[in-house]
Structures are given as structure tokens and as C-alpha cells.
């Protein structure tokens, strides 16, 4: 892959350039914090290496809520040639531009894309959910190991990057579906949190529409037996966003609670 050097006079924020072979934005230009505190991009896992060193990439769902909230601009070299980027002459994409690539290319569908929006205004650090990590880190639950040694820690983030580059696109879950397929592991805000290193998620998503029936409860019930909290995104026509919480908390006997209040009363 061949490199390319922006002029450094031609924007003062992050510039990157779209990399249809790899479905990514390859980040060109880091100026400032934005990826690193803000939990946005990873490297590619070595067998995905295409180029020297380890450079950033972001998925379309970041580079699109970063275009949209002013902190990154993006460009795509497949259009044009690279003599143009370098001479500061190619338009950076706009923000149909990208949606056409979200809708198109990557295979997110555009709920669960407002699910991811509505997840990072509020700060929090969204990843695709992974399967095969899910079962890893319930795996490591079981055996109680809480600490990783120095030594497998560098393996466990090739792990890691391994993961998030075979994560599949999240798409809206499906009435007719029989199975329930999370789009989303969501972790608190911090501003030292590492894609690499994550830890378990604070809750996985599950993205519905609000039009559309709901997962059955034997359904949400094996969801919950997987993952240790579950949400539900509810996205309307509008493209509002309703987050519900669900839980495996068992609900108080009535019949017991009125038998106990009775005792109590008689007692008196």
C-alpha cells in the first residue's frame, strides 16, 4: 500500500483516507488527542498488515461520527488520484459521501449506526460486539483469572486486534430472525480506556425497531445467560433512539409478601 503525506498546512484536525480493500479510513493525520482519549481506532492485527509500521484505522461508524461532529475530515483516493491529495486539491467527502459508504459498503445498518451515535455523544466508548471475545473473557471468568502477566499481554492484544477486525457489521435484529444477534459492547467513559485491553463491557446492545415486535422473552433469556447486561436500542422512522435496560433479577413472590405483611399485622 502506498503511503501518503497531507500537506500539514491544509487542516488543523485528524485527516484519513478511505481503504476500500480493507472497508477502513486509514488515519493519516493525527493532530491532538481525538482517537486516543476518545477510544476511536485501532491498528490492524499483524496478518492484516499491509503497510510499514502500525498505522490507525477507523471504522466507518467512527469516521462518520467524527466527520459529523467537526473533529476529522476524510477523503477518497479510490476516485481520485493521489497527486491531488498531496497538492491539496481534492474536497474531503461529505456527509452523504460517507453515508452512501455506511449504507453500501460496510454492511452497518443505518440503526444500528444511530445506535452507535446516540451511545458516543454520550461519551461512551462503543466497539462491535464480538463473539469470539464474548466467549473468551466468559472463559477467563470461569477460571478466575482476573491477572495477565507481562508476558501474554502483548498476546492478548493481538487477540484483541484479531477480534475487531473479524467483527461482523451490526445490523438491526430482525422479528423473523431465530436467533438474537447483539451489535454493540459499550463501556463506561475513560479517558484511559484502550480498544486493545478493553475488559469485559459495561452492557452489550441489542438493536430493534421501534415498528417492529420485540424479541420473544426465551429469546432475551439467553441473551441475558451469555452476556452479564443487556440494552435494548429501539430506533423509530425518525431516527430517535430509546434505550431499555434488561435484567435477570428475579421479580418478589406477591402471594409470599402479602403472606409476610398478614403475619406482621396479626403480630401486632
Known amino acids: ?103 453500501f459498503e460496510s454492511g452497518v445498518d443505518m440503526a444500528a449506526y444511530l445506535t452507535f451515535s446516540h451511545l458516543r455523544s454520550q461519551s461512551y466508548r462503543v466497539l462491535r460486539h464480538s463473539e469470539s471475545k464474548r466467549v473468551f473473557l466468559n472463559q477467563q471468568l470461569v477460571q478466575d483469572q482476573t491477572t495477565i502477566d507481562q ?24 422479528s423473523s430472525s431465530p436467533s438474537v444477534n447483539l451489535a454493540w459492547d459499550v463501556y463506561k467513559p475513560n479517558s484511559q480506556f484502550c480498544k486493545t485491553n478493553p475488559g469485559h463491557p459495561h452492557f452489550c446492545v441489542l438493536v430493534v425497531s421501534y415498528s417492529q415486535p420485540s424479541p420473544t422473552f426465551s429469546q432475551m433469556k439467553y441473551v441475558l445467560s451469555e452476556v452479564e447486561t443487556l440494552k435494548i436500542a429501539a430506533v423509530a422512522d ?29 403480630n401486632k
Open 1 to 103: 500500500m502506498t503511503s501518503v503525506i497531507l500537506d500539514s498546512n491544509c487542516t488543523g484536525i485528524p485527516t484519513g483516507i478511505y481503504r476500500p480493500r480493507l472497508k477502513r479510513f486509514q488515519i493519516l493525520k493525527n493532530k491532538g488527542k481525538t482517537f486516543f482519549n476518545g477510544g476511536f481506532g485501532t491498528s490492524l492485527p499483524k496478518k492484516l498488515h499491509l503497510d510499514e509500521g502500525e498505522n490507525l484505522y477507523l471504522w466507518i461508524e467512527e469516521a462518520l461520527f467524527l466527520h459529523d461532529a467537526g473533529l476529522a475530515q476524510f477523503f477518497n483516493v479510490a476516485e481520485q488520484d493521489e497527486e491531488k491529495i498531496t497538492n491539496n486539491k481534492l474536497k474531503p467527502l461529505a456527509t452523504q459521501e460517507l453515508h452512501k459508504l455506511l449504507q
Open 151 to 174: 508476558k501474554n499481554e502483548e498476546s492478548l492484544r493481538d487477540k484483541h486486534r484479531e477480534w475487531m477486525a473479524h467483527a461482523p457489521p451490526p445490523k438491526l435484529w430482525e
Open 238 to 266: 425518525s431516527g430517535t433512539v430509546v434505550m431499555f435496560g434488561v435484567t435477570n433479577y428475579g421479580v418478589p413472590c406477591l402471594k409470599n409478601s402479602m403472606k409476610e405483611h398478614n403475619d406482621e399485622s396479626a
